[in-house]
Protein backbone atom coordinates (compact mmCIF):
# COMPACT_ATOMS: atom_id res chain seq x y z
CA UNK A 1 0.00 0.00 0.00
CA UNK A 2 1.43 3.28 -1.06
CA UNK A 3 0.06 5.69 1.62
CA UNK A 4 1.71 8.52 -0.09
CA UNK A 5 -0.44 7.99 -2.85
CA UNK A 6 -3.37 7.37 -0.97
CA UNK A 7 -2.79 11.00 1.17
CA UNK A 8 -2.11 12.79 -1.76
CA UNK A 9 -5.58 11.93 -3.48
CA UNK A 10 -7.38 12.49 -0.24
CA UNK A 11 -6.39 15.98 0.20
CA UNK A 12 -7.65 16.58 -3.74
CA UNK A 13 -11.02 15.49 -2.96
CA UNK A 14 -11.02 17.10 0.24
CA UNK A 15 -10.89 20.20 -1.91
CA UNK A 16 -13.60 18.77 -3.96
CA UNK A 17 -16.01 18.52 -1.32
CA UNK A 18 -15.02 22.13 0.10
CA UNK A 19 -16.41 23.54 -3.20
CA UNK A 20 -19.52 21.56 -2.89
CA UNK A 21 -20.56 23.00 0.25
CA UNK A 22 -20.52 26.46 -0.90
CA UNK A 23 -23.53 26.07 -2.44
CA UNK A 24 -25.48 25.42 1.04
CA UNK A 25 -23.35 28.33 2.36
CA UNK A 26 -24.85 30.69 -0.08
CA UNK A 27 -28.17 29.42 0.48
CA UNK A 28 -27.98 29.42 4.19
CA UNK A 29 -26.60 33.53 3.44
CA UNK A 30 -29.64 34.02 1.58
CA UNK A 31 -32.55 32.44 3.13
CA UNK A 32 -34.21 34.48 6.12
CA UNK A 33 -36.58 32.00 7.37
CA UNK A 34 -36.21 32.89 11.44
CA UNK A 35 -35.65 29.22 12.38
CA UNK A 36 -33.73 28.27 15.43
CA UNK A 37 -31.15 26.45 14.41
CA UNK A 38 -30.21 29.31 11.68
CA UNK A 39 -28.34 30.28 14.11
CA UNK A 40 -24.97 28.54 13.54
CA UNK A 41 -26.25 27.04 10.05
CA UNK A 42 -23.83 29.49 8.13
CA UNK A 43 -20.62 28.81 10.93
CA UNK A 44 -21.13 25.39 10.44
CA UNK A 45 -20.22 25.57 6.70
CA UNK A 46 -17.59 27.71 6.83
CA UNK A 47 -15.88 25.99 9.70
CA UNK A 48 -16.43 22.35 7.26
CA UNK A 49 -15.47 24.33 3.75
CA UNK A 50 -12.36 25.66 6.28
CA UNK A 51 -11.25 22.19 7.14
CA UNK A 52 -11.37 20.66 3.41
CA UNK A 53 -9.64 23.33 1.78
CA UNK A 54 -7.05 23.55 4.91
CA UNK A 55 -6.58 19.81 5.42
CA UNK A 56 -6.89 19.30 1.39
CA UNK A 57 -4.77 21.78 0.29
CA UNK A 58 -1.89 20.45 3.06
CA UNK A 59 -2.61 17.06 2.10
CA UNK A 60 -1.65 18.10 -1.41
CA UNK A 61 1.48 19.81 -0.68
CA UNK A 62 2.64 17.38 2.08
CA UNK A 63 2.45 14.15 -0.10
CA UNK A 64 2.56 15.09 -3.76
CA UNK A 65 3.37 11.86 -5.82
CA UNK A 66 3.08 11.01 -9.08
CA UNK A 67 -0.07 8.51 -9.37
CA UNK A 68 1.58 5.48 -11.12
CA UNK A 69 1.66 3.31 -8.16
CA UNK A 70 -2.38 3.82 -7.78
CA UNK A 71 -3.17 0.26 -7.86
CA UNK A 72 -6.34 -1.46 -6.83
CA UNK A 73 -5.48 -1.79 -2.79
CA UNK A 74 -4.68 2.45 -3.32
CA UNK A 75 -7.93 2.40 -4.65
CA UNK A 76 -9.67 0.72 -2.47
CA UNK A 77 -8.24 2.41 0.09
CA UNK A 78 -9.43 5.67 -0.93
CA UNK A 79 -12.40 5.30 -1.60
CA UNK A 80 -13.44 4.36 1.38
CA UNK A 81 -11.88 6.85 3.61
CA UNK A 82 -13.04 9.13 1.20
CA UNK A 83 -16.86 8.10 2.40
CA UNK A 84 -15.60 8.11 5.95
CA UNK A 85 -14.07 11.12 6.00
CA UNK A 86 -16.41 13.12 4.10
CA UNK A 87 -19.19 11.85 6.35
CA UNK A 88 -17.09 13.30 9.13
CA UNK A 89 -16.40 16.63 7.94
CA UNK A 90 -20.11 16.45 6.42
CA UNK A 91 -22.06 16.39 9.67
CA UNK A 92 -19.80 19.25 11.15
CA UNK A 93 -22.84 21.77 10.01
CA UNK A 94 -25.53 19.37 11.99
CA UNK A 95 -23.37 19.14 14.79
CA UNK A 96 -22.67 23.05 15.63
CA UNK A 97 -26.08 24.16 14.82
CA UNK A 98 -27.43 21.53 17.32
CA UNK A 99 -29.41 19.48 15.26
CA UNK A 100 -28.07 16.46 16.79
CA UNK A 101 -25.10 14.52 18.37
CA UNK A 102 -22.46 13.71 16.96
CA UNK A 103 -23.31 9.90 16.18
CA UNK A 104 -26.77 10.68 15.35
CA UNK A 105 -25.34 13.55 12.78
CA UNK A 106 -22.67 10.69 11.54
CA UNK A 107 -25.57 8.14 11.70
CA UNK A 108 -27.02 10.41 8.79
CA UNK A 109 -24.62 11.89 6.78
CA UNK A 110 -23.61 8.74 6.28
CA UNK A 111 -26.80 7.36 5.41
CA UNK A 112 -26.56 10.86 3.06
CA UNK A 113 -23.75 10.19 1.27
CA UNK A 114 -24.58 6.39 1.13
CA UNK A 115 -28.30 6.93 -0.49
CA UNK A 116 -29.26 4.44 2.14
CA UNK A 117 -31.70 7.36 3.47
CA UNK A 118 -32.46 6.12 6.79
CA UNK A 119 -32.96 8.91 9.24
CA UNK A 120 -33.12 10.05 13.42
CA UNK A 121 -34.18 13.41 12.69
CA UNK A 122 -37.32 13.85 14.29
CA UNK A 123 -38.60 16.50 12.30
CA UNK A 124 -37.40 18.03 8.49
CA UNK A 125 -39.49 20.92 8.64
CA UNK A 126 -37.33 22.62 11.42
CA UNK A 127 -33.85 22.34 9.20
CA UNK A 128 -33.20 25.90 7.62
CA UNK A 129 -32.69 25.43 4.18
CA UNK A 130 -28.98 25.48 3.51
CA UNK A 131 -28.82 22.46 6.15
CA UNK A 132 -31.56 20.97 4.62
CA UNK A 133 -30.44 21.31 0.83
CA UNK A 134 -27.14 19.77 2.02
CA UNK A 135 -28.53 16.84 4.11
CA UNK A 136 -30.59 15.73 -0.23
CA UNK A 137 -27.34 16.77 -1.93
CA UNK A 138 -25.28 14.59 -0.02
CA UNK A 139 -27.69 11.85 -1.77
CA UNK A 140 -26.69 13.21 -5.19
CA UNK A 141 -23.29 13.69 -4.76
CA UNK A 142 -23.23 9.75 -2.87
CA UNK A 143 -25.70 8.48 -6.06
CA UNK A 144 -23.61 8.69 -9.09
CA UNK A 145 -20.12 8.75 -6.54
CA UNK A 146 -18.10 11.27 -5.18
CA UNK A 147 -14.94 9.31 -6.63
CA UNK A 148 -16.48 9.29 -9.88
CA UNK A 149 -17.17 12.67 -9.80
CA UNK A 150 -13.92 13.13 -9.32
CA UNK A 151 -12.66 11.39 -12.17
CA UNK A 152 -14.86 13.18 -14.40
CA UNK A 153 -13.39 17.19 -13.21
CA UNK A 154 -9.29 15.94 -11.84
CA UNK A 155 -7.80 15.27 -14.90
CA UNK A 156 -4.49 14.25 -13.18
CA UNK A 157 -6.03 10.99 -11.77
CA UNK A 158 -5.67 9.03 -15.38
CA UNK A 159 -5.39 5.25 -15.35
CA UNK A 160 -5.05 5.36 -11.36
CA UNK A 161 -8.91 6.78 -12.04
CA UNK A 162 -9.74 3.23 -13.55
CA UNK A 163 -9.13 1.79 -9.81
CA UNK A 164 -11.19 4.12 -8.08
CA UNK A 165 -13.80 4.03 -10.72
CA UNK A 166 -14.54 0.43 -10.54
CA UNK A 167 -14.15 0.37 -6.49
CA UNK A 168 -17.06 2.69 -6.02
CA UNK A 169 -19.18 2.28 -8.85
CA UNK A 170 -22.21 -0.51 -8.12
CA UNK A 171 -21.62 -3.11 -10.19
CA UNK A 172 -17.72 -2.89 -9.91
CA UNK A 173 -17.07 -6.72 -10.24
CA UNK A 174 -19.36 -7.01 -13.40
CA UNK A 175 -18.26 -3.26 -14.87
CA UNK A 176 -17.16 -3.34 -17.97
CA UNK A 177 -15.57 0.02 -20.20
CA UNK A 178 -17.74 1.37 -23.35
CA UNK A 179 -15.82 4.54 -24.07
CA UNK A 180 -11.53 4.46 -24.79
CA UNK A 181 -10.95 6.51 -21.60
CA UNK A 182 -12.43 6.53 -17.65
CA UNK A 183 -12.79 10.05 -18.00
CA UNK A 184 -15.10 10.14 -20.64
CA UNK A 185 -17.08 7.49 -19.24
CA UNK A 186 -17.24 9.51 -15.87
CA UNK A 187 -18.14 12.69 -17.69
CA UNK A 188 -21.25 11.00 -19.49
CA UNK A 189 -22.57 9.36 -16.27
CA UNK A 190 -22.41 12.77 -14.58
CA UNK A 191 -23.89 15.04 -17.44
CA UNK A 192 -26.50 12.36 -18.26
CA UNK A 193 -27.50 12.10 -14.13
CA UNK A 194 -27.54 16.14 -14.28
CA UNK A 195 -29.92 16.19 -16.92
CA UNK A 196 -32.08 14.16 -16.08
CA UNK A 197 -31.89 15.89 -12.23
CA UNK A 198 -32.84 18.90 -14.17
CA UNK A 199 -35.48 17.77 -16.32
CA UNK A 200 -37.17 16.42 -12.46
CA UNK A 201 -36.66 19.62 -10.65
CA UNK A 202 -38.81 21.04 -13.38
CA UNK A 203 -41.66 18.67 -13.56
CA UNK A 204 -41.64 18.95 -10.25
CA UNK A 205 -42.26 22.42 -10.48
CA UNK A 206 -45.24 22.84 -12.45
CA UNK A 207 -46.84 20.15 -10.66
CA UNK A 208 -47.01 22.41 -7.61
CA UNK A 209 -43.50 22.11 -5.34
CA UNK A 210 -41.72 25.06 -4.44
CA UNK A 211 -38.19 25.48 -5.92
CA UNK A 212 -36.74 24.35 -2.71
CA UNK A 213 -38.75 21.13 -2.47
CA UNK A 214 -38.74 20.09 -6.05
CA UNK A 215 -34.60 20.34 -6.39
CA UNK A 216 -33.98 18.40 -2.87
CA UNK A 217 -36.46 15.87 -4.17
CA UNK A 218 -34.96 16.03 -7.22
CA UNK A 219 -31.58 15.31 -5.71
CA UNK A 220 -33.10 12.90 -3.41
CA UNK A 221 -34.98 10.68 -6.11
CA UNK A 222 -32.06 10.64 -8.78
CA UNK A 223 -29.87 9.76 -6.30
CA UNK A 224 -32.19 6.68 -5.21
CA UNK A 225 -31.60 7.82 -1.45
CA UNK A 226 -34.98 9.27 -0.59
CA UNK A 227 -34.51 11.99 2.28
CA UNK A 228 -37.56 14.13 1.77
CA UNK A 229 -37.83 18.00 3.19
CA UNK A 230 -41.05 16.91 4.74
CA UNK A 231 -41.52 14.58 7.85
CA UNK A 232 -44.33 12.95 5.88
CA UNK A 233 -42.32 11.88 3.20
CA UNK A 234 -43.51 12.42 -0.14
CA UNK A 235 -47.29 11.50 1.16
CA UNK A 236 -47.53 15.54 2.15
CA UNK A 237 -47.78 16.16 -1.21
CA UNK A 238 -50.97 13.77 -2.57
CA UNK A 239 -50.90 15.64 -6.36
CA UNK A 240 -50.76 12.24 -8.72
CA UNK A 241 -48.50 14.81 -10.83
CA UNK A 242 -45.77 14.79 -8.33
CA UNK A 243 -46.10 11.04 -7.47
CA UNK A 244 -46.24 10.03 -11.11
CA UNK A 245 -43.67 12.33 -11.68
CA UNK A 246 -40.95 10.54 -8.97
CA UNK A 247 -42.36 7.11 -9.91
CA UNK A 248 -40.65 7.91 -13.43
CA UNK A 249 -37.64 9.08 -12.31
CA UNK A 250 -37.01 6.72 -9.46
CA UNK A 251 -37.52 3.85 -12.22
CA UNK A 252 -34.82 5.56 -14.85
CA UNK A 253 -32.82 6.17 -11.68
CA UNK A 254 -32.31 2.40 -10.75
CA UNK A 255 -31.61 1.19 -14.54
CA UNK A 256 -27.99 1.44 -15.87
CA UNK A 257 -27.37 4.82 -16.59
CA UNK A 258 -24.62 3.65 -19.72
CA UNK A 259 -28.33 2.49 -21.60
CA UNK A 260 -29.50 6.57 -21.79
CA UNK A 261 -26.02 7.00 -23.19
CA UNK A 262 -26.56 4.07 -25.90
CA UNK A 263 -30.32 5.38 -26.41
CA UNK A 264 -28.42 8.71 -27.79
CA UNK A 265 -25.11 8.03 -28.90
CA UNK A 266 -25.72 4.14 -29.68
CA UNK A 267 -25.96 1.11 -30.77
CA UNK A 268 -29.48 1.96 -29.63
CA UNK A 269 -30.23 -2.17 -30.27
CA UNK A 270 -27.63 -2.74 -27.40
CA UNK A 271 -29.61 -0.77 -25.23
CA UNK A 272 -32.84 -2.20 -25.89
CA UNK A 273 -32.03 -5.31 -25.99
CA UNK A 274 -29.75 -5.35 -22.31
CA UNK A 275 -31.19 -8.89 -20.50
CA UNK A 276 -30.91 -6.88 -16.96
CA UNK A 277 -33.09 -4.24 -18.04
CA UNK A 278 -35.43 -6.56 -19.74
CA UNK A 279 -35.78 -8.51 -16.18
CA UNK A 280 -36.03 -4.99 -14.14
CA UNK A 281 -38.71 -3.98 -15.86
CA UNK A 282 -40.18 -7.32 -15.75
CA UNK A 283 -40.22 -7.67 -11.96
CA UNK A 284 -41.59 -4.13 -11.29
CA UNK A 285 -44.51 -4.34 -13.91
CA UNK A 286 -45.30 -7.89 -11.94
CA UNK A 287 -45.13 -6.28 -8.95
CA UNK A 288 -47.00 -3.56 -9.22
CA UNK A 289 -49.85 -5.86 -11.19
CA UNK A 290 -49.67 -8.04 -8.08
CA UNK A 291 -49.71 -5.14 -5.29
CA UNK A 292 -52.33 -3.48 -6.92
CA UNK A 293 -54.86 -6.22 -6.96
CA UNK A 294 -54.04 -7.38 -3.37
CA UNK A 295 -54.40 -3.44 -2.24
CA UNK A 296 -58.07 -3.26 -4.26
CA UNK A 297 -59.19 -6.75 -2.29
CA UNK A 298 -58.40 -5.65 0.73
CA UNK A 299 -59.67 -1.94 -0.06
CA UNK A 300 -56.35 -0.92 2.06
CA UNK A 301 -56.02 2.56 -0.01
CA UNK A 302 -58.08 5.15 -0.13
CA UNK A 303 -59.29 6.31 -3.67
CA UNK A 304 -60.27 5.01 -6.88
CA UNK A 305 -58.28 2.35 -9.02
CA UNK A 306 -55.95 5.40 -10.13
CA UNK A 307 -54.87 5.64 -6.68
CA UNK A 308 -54.45 2.13 -5.93
CA UNK A 309 -52.40 1.40 -8.55
CA UNK A 310 -50.10 4.54 -7.73
CA UNK A 311 -49.96 3.84 -4.06
CA UNK A 312 -48.85 0.00 -5.50
CA UNK A 313 -46.24 1.63 -8.09
CA UNK A 314 -44.96 4.01 -5.76
CA UNK A 315 -43.77 1.24 -3.22
CA UNK A 316 -42.63 -1.17 -5.27
CA UNK A 317 -40.63 1.09 -7.56
CA UNK A 318 -39.30 3.10 -4.13
CA UNK A 319 -38.39 0.07 -2.68
CA UNK A 320 -37.03 -1.75 -5.90
CA UNK A 321 -34.82 1.02 -6.61
CA UNK A 322 -33.93 1.08 -2.68
CA UNK A 323 -35.07 4.89 -2.90
CA UNK A 324 -37.08 4.46 0.44
CA UNK A 325 -39.72 7.26 -0.02
CA UNK A 326 -43.04 6.40 1.42
CA UNK A 327 -46.90 7.90 0.42
CA UNK A 328 -47.97 4.79 2.53
CA UNK A 329 -47.70 3.17 6.12
CA UNK A 330 -46.73 -0.14 4.39
CA UNK A 331 -46.71 -1.55 7.91
CA UNK A 332 -50.45 -1.48 7.70
CA UNK A 333 -50.91 -3.69 4.50
CA UNK A 334 -51.01 -7.38 4.28
CA UNK A 335 -47.69 -9.89 5.37
CA UNK A 336 -47.76 -11.14 2.22
CA UNK A 337 -47.09 -7.63 0.49
CA UNK A 338 -44.77 -6.71 3.71
CA UNK A 339 -42.90 -10.07 2.89
CA UNK A 340 -42.52 -8.84 -0.77
CA UNK A 341 -41.07 -5.41 0.22
CA UNK A 342 -38.42 -7.31 2.53
CA UNK A 343 -37.30 -9.33 -0.61
CA UNK A 344 -36.90 -6.69 -2.39
CA UNK A 345 -34.91 -5.01 -0.85
CA UNK A 346 -32.18 -7.63 -1.23
CA UNK A 347 -32.39 -7.48 -5.46
CA UNK A 348 -31.68 -3.57 -5.89
CA UNK A 349 -31.63 -1.55 -9.16
CA UNK A 350 -29.50 -2.59 -12.07
CA UNK A 351 -25.76 -2.08 -12.00
CA UNK A 352 -24.50 1.38 -12.95
CA UNK A 353 -27.53 2.49 -11.50
CA UNK A 354 -27.69 4.79 -8.16
CA UNK A 355 -30.11 2.20 -6.59
CA UNK A 356 -28.44 -0.03 -3.70
CA UNK A 357 -29.25 -3.53 -3.05
CA UNK A 358 -27.29 -6.89 -4.85
CA UNK A 359 -28.27 -5.75 -8.33
CA UNK A 360 -30.47 -7.27 -10.75
CA UNK A 361 -27.59 -8.69 -12.82
CA UNK A 362 -25.87 -10.65 -9.79
CA UNK A 363 -29.44 -11.99 -9.06
CA UNK A 364 -29.60 -13.50 -13.14
CA UNK A 365 -26.28 -14.65 -12.91
CA UNK A 366 -26.55 -16.02 -9.45
CA UNK A 367 -29.25 -17.97 -10.70
CA UNK A 368 -27.88 -19.05 -13.89
CA UNK A 369 -24.89 -20.41 -12.54
CA UNK A 370 -26.56 -22.48 -9.92
CA UNK A 371 -28.73 -24.29 -13.04
CA UNK A 372 -25.18 -25.00 -14.73
CA UNK A 373 -23.84 -26.60 -11.69
CA UNK A 374 -26.89 -28.89 -11.49
CA UNK A 375 -26.28 -29.33 -15.06
CA UNK A 376 -22.80 -30.59 -14.70
CA UNK A 377 -23.52 -32.87 -11.70
CA UNK A 378 -25.88 -34.95 -14.21
CA UNK A 379 -23.15 -34.53 -16.94
CA UNK A 380 -19.88 -33.68 -15.59
CA UNK A 381 -18.23 -33.88 -19.20
CA UNK A 382 -20.61 -31.03 -20.33
CA UNK A 383 -18.78 -27.97 -21.46
CA UNK A 384 -21.31 -25.56 -20.10
CA UNK A 385 -21.32 -21.75 -19.84
CA UNK A 386 -23.12 -19.38 -17.83
CA UNK A 387 -24.54 -16.73 -20.29
CA UNK A 388 -26.32 -13.58 -19.43
CA UNK A 389 -27.79 -12.38 -23.32
CA UNK A 390 -25.19 -13.30 -25.91
CA UNK A 391 -22.47 -12.86 -23.20
CA UNK A 392 -20.60 -15.90 -21.85
CA UNK A 393 -19.88 -14.78 -18.38
CA UNK A 394 -16.45 -16.06 -17.39
CA UNK A 395 -15.76 -18.08 -14.15
CA UNK A 396 -13.91 -15.52 -12.44
CA UNK A 397 -17.26 -12.97 -12.77
CA UNK A 398 -19.47 -16.01 -12.11
CA UNK A 399 -17.16 -16.97 -8.56
CA UNK A 400 -17.00 -13.39 -7.63
CA UNK A 401 -21.00 -13.10 -7.69
CA UNK A 402 -21.30 -16.54 -5.90
CA UNK A 403 -18.55 -14.89 -3.21
CA UNK A 404 -20.32 -11.43 -2.75
CA UNK A 405 -23.06 -13.34 -2.02
CA UNK A 406 -21.97 -15.49 0.51
CA UNK A 407 -20.64 -12.25 2.17
CA UNK A 408 -23.71 -10.54 1.75
CA UNK A 409 -25.70 -13.05 3.78
CA UNK A 410 -23.12 -14.10 6.24
CA UNK A 411 -22.72 -9.98 6.89
CA UNK A 412 -26.86 -9.60 7.37
CA UNK A 413 -26.75 -12.91 9.66
CA UNK A 414 -24.07 -11.74 11.67
CA UNK A 415 -25.33 -8.12 11.87
CA UNK A 416 -29.11 -9.04 12.65
CA UNK A 417 -28.17 -11.02 15.35
CA UNK A 418 -26.46 -8.50 16.93
CA UNK A 419 -29.11 -5.90 16.52
CA UNK A 420 -31.35 -8.65 18.43
CA UNK A 421 -28.88 -8.83 21.02
CA UNK A 422 -28.79 -5.16 21.90
CA UNK A 423 -32.53 -4.92 21.91
CA UNK A 424 -34.20 -4.68 18.71
CA UNK A 425 -37.09 -7.55 18.03
CA UNK A 426 -36.47 -9.45 15.39
CA UNK A 427 -39.03 -8.13 12.60
CA UNK A 428 -37.46 -4.72 13.18
CA UNK A 429 -33.68 -6.04 13.52
CA UNK A 430 -34.15 -7.98 10.32
CA UNK A 431 -35.13 -5.56 8.11
CA UNK A 432 -33.26 -2.60 9.83
CA UNK A 433 -30.03 -5.25 8.34
CA UNK A 434 -31.77 -5.41 5.31
CA UNK A 435 -32.65 -1.52 4.74
CA UNK A 436 -28.85 -0.53 5.49
CA UNK A 437 -27.18 -3.12 4.10
CA UNK A 438 -28.50 -2.25 0.74
CA UNK A 439 -29.10 0.99 1.21
CA UNK A 440 -32.82 1.34 1.59
CA UNK A 441 -33.57 3.21 4.18
CA UNK A 442 -37.19 2.62 6.28
CA UNK A 443 -37.98 -1.24 7.02
CA UNK A 444 -40.23 -2.94 9.34
CA UNK A 445 -41.23 -2.83 12.55
CA UNK A 446 -40.11 -0.43 15.04
CA UNK A 447 -37.89 1.05 12.06
CA UNK A 448 -40.88 1.30 9.46
CA UNK A 449 -41.93 4.54 7.34
CA UNK A 450 -43.83 5.54 10.24
CA UNK A 451 -41.08 5.99 12.71
CA UNK A 452 -37.38 6.29 12.17
CA UNK A 453 -34.07 4.58 13.18
CA UNK A 454 -33.93 7.69 16.15
CA UNK A 455 -34.50 4.79 19.05
CA UNK A 456 -32.04 2.33 18.22
CA UNK A 457 -28.71 2.23 20.90
CA UNK A 458 -25.57 3.71 19.25
CA UNK A 459 -23.85 0.56 19.43
CA UNK A 460 -26.32 -0.21 16.87
CA UNK A 461 -26.40 3.25 15.22
CA UNK A 462 -22.67 2.32 14.69
CA UNK A 463 -23.21 -0.66 13.33
CA UNK A 464 -25.97 0.39 10.68
CA UNK A 465 -23.16 3.18 9.60
CA UNK A 466 -20.89 0.47 9.10
CA UNK A 467 -23.62 -1.54 6.93
CA UNK A 468 -24.41 1.55 4.73
CA UNK A 469 -20.68 1.84 3.62
CA UNK A 470 -20.48 -1.65 2.82
CA UNK A 471 -23.91 -2.05 0.96
CA UNK A 472 -22.73 1.67 -1.06
CA UNK A 473 -19.05 0.35 -1.69
CA UNK A 474 -20.27 -3.26 -2.49
CA UNK A 475 -18.24 -5.19 -0.06
CA UNK A 476 -15.50 -5.81 -1.32
CA UNK A 477 -13.70 -2.37 -1.72
CA UNK A 478 -14.07 -2.10 2.16
CA UNK A 479 -13.74 -5.74 3.61
CA UNK A 480 -10.11 -5.93 0.85
CA UNK A 481 -8.54 -3.41 3.86
CA UNK A 482 -8.97 -5.94 6.51
CA UNK A 483 -6.42 -7.99 4.97
CA UNK A 484 -3.24 -7.69 6.65
CA UNK A 485 -1.53 -8.68 2.62
CA UNK A 486 -3.40 -5.28 1.44
CA UNK A 487 -1.37 -3.07 3.71
CA UNK A 488 2.01 -4.46 3.02
CA UNK A 489 3.63 -2.42 0.28
Known amino acids: MNIRVVLYVLGNLLVVL ?35 LIGGLGLRSLYETKLTQLGHR ?19 PMVITGTAGFTDAYFETMSGFTTTGASVLPRMEVL ?30 GMGGYR ?40 LYLGGMNPYDATCHAFT ?11 ASVAYFPSPWIQWVMITFMFLAGANFSIYHQLIAGPRRAALDNPEFKLYLLLTAVLVAVFSGVLQQVSAVKGGGEAVVRA ?26 RLLLLLLMFVGGCTGSTGGGMKVARIMIFIKAIVVELRRTINPRAVLVVRVGDRAIDRETASNIMSFFAMYVGLFTIGTVLLVFIGLDLTSATSALAANLGNI ?5 AVGPASNFAHVPATGKWMLVLCQL ?6 YSVMVLFLKRTWVR
Open 221 to 231: TMSTGGFSTRT
Open 128 to 157: PHGLGLWRCQTQWMGGMGIVVLSVAILPFL
Open 470 to 475: LGRLEL
Open 74 to 92: EGCAIVTFTWLLFSLIGCL
Open 18 to 52: GVTMFLPLVVSLAADSQLPLERYEVLGFLAAISIC
Open 164 to 203: MFKAEVPGGSTFERNAPRIKDIAKVLWITYLAMTVVEVVL
Open 441 to 445: GPGLG
Open 312 to 337: AAFQVVSIGTTTGYATEDFELWPDIL
